[in-house]
């Protein structure tokens, strides 16, 4: 995860985001490949090849999500708030450790390791512990999880994004005599936007795979993670991969909005 | 002068030395650098790479500090008028902020020190008309050219009415046709104004066509090797067909051999004969 963690914000308009003939095509595109890519499957796993419970078919997945669209939505509700708490903190705690690590090179030296470390404990390790620490009936483990699944990325881009204030710009603010407040204002924070905003696209993924992974290691049941373990666990195989889909939904639907934020800041830079 | 009117010089430069600390050791940029300039009055800085005239122009705007000697402007210290906002300043960069609109960026030095918005709204109005973008004050920089981003530049440096106006290579980046554009829109706009300008560029033509005077540089140590006044007229009434008189081609020359220490010369390292 800190491989991919500082990626350069896109620059200006991509030539396709606007809602033209061009927009069209790329919508339409992957539509006809995941519908191909289903019908295929249906085709496998319906012709007895494929044994059912290695690889159910998707018209049972489609049956199962029917059956069970109440428990899906109350679930996905759970780890979504869950994934939601912990995005929110990961990036408010992010952007303050940055903007704290960005006043003294021996702060961000000091905080910099204390980062990477963080960003590869894993929450095999981490879960249990804190399940323990909050006790089995609370949230809190898994959205600490998925605050600190954000955090990483959310610090990284924008302390990143911080340092990419134009020498140019500095020495106008310099001219105009502007104060230190003014300068962050109007020059360092709107700079460093964009960078924050590609660091919570890459934060949104991260917070729900962890509130839902979280969920595999004790803690109240009712979540997404906790009923595709339940579900897999008594071989409902069907009804596991339709959990499986509402937290591809769920996910998709974090990065979606967290994209659109980030297009919508990285407009004009 | 038969009243008794004191005339403050726009920049007194005295006896200023400017030594940058390296990893190689100390740097001489300038040495033993005198110079006035007088309010309204054009002033080019020229010399090849190293000698020193963006540094020079960055003291007067305290942007940087001299090693010794004192920087005056308008009889206050550098710092004092820098905080007064006594000038305006241009950069080679026209260094507009991506995210503000063209009336945004000219306003913003009118926005950090606190003029109301209606106030703000007329300026920028007489502003963009100054610089003729009347219908660009919604557009944003990158959907305008690089001569159109300079004049947006040149509006938002001239926002507080500054009597001096400093300028580092505002045209060179511009293509030729659009350098000798601004050229003749910059001498109509200090002409409107009345403000001092010190102008900094290593284009010859540029220097004698904008100037009162030409302060000719030579680098290490960056000194004043000449100062050449322009025989060419007041600069408010210059226009084009300056470019093809005779008047101007000798102006050429004389700077071309100050640059040279007074020899003629083939050609100037470093300095544009275009």
Redesign the interface.
Known sequence: MTGAATIAPPR?RPPGAAWGSGGTARAVAPIVLGVSVVAVWQLIAGSGLVEAYLLPSPAAIGAEIVEFWPSMVSAGAITGLNALVGLVAGTLIGIISALVASTRRSLDGMLAPIVAALAVIPIVALAPVLNTMFGADSQTGRQLIAALAAFVPVFLNTARGLRQT?P??R??M?????SNA?IMR??TL?TAAPFTFTGIRLASSLAVISALVAEYFGGPRGGLGGLISTSAASSAYPRAWAYVVAAIILGLAFSLVASGLERLVSR?? | MTESVITTDAVTVTAVDKVFEAAAGQVVALSGIDLVVEPGEFVSLIGPSGCGKSTLLRLI?D?DTPSSGSVEVFGTSAHQA??D?K?G?A?Q?A?L???RSVAANIA??LE??GSSSVETRERVAELIALVGLDDFGDR?P?ELSGGMQQRVAIARALAKKPELLLMDEPFGALDEMTREYMQTELLRISAETGAAVVFVTHSIPEAVYLSDRVVVMSPRPGRIAAVVPMALGSTASRADDLREDGAFFEMITAVREALHGGAPASSARGVENR
Do not use: C, E, K, N
């Not at chain 1, 310099?174 to 502007?178: G, H, M, T, W």
């Open positions: 200006g134009q140019v710009h020495d106008l310099r001219s105009y005599a502007a003014q109007t020059i709107r004009r830079r | 705007a942007l820098r905080v906002q000038y300043i950069f960069q260094g902020l991506p995210w913003l030095p950090l020190h944003y990158d």
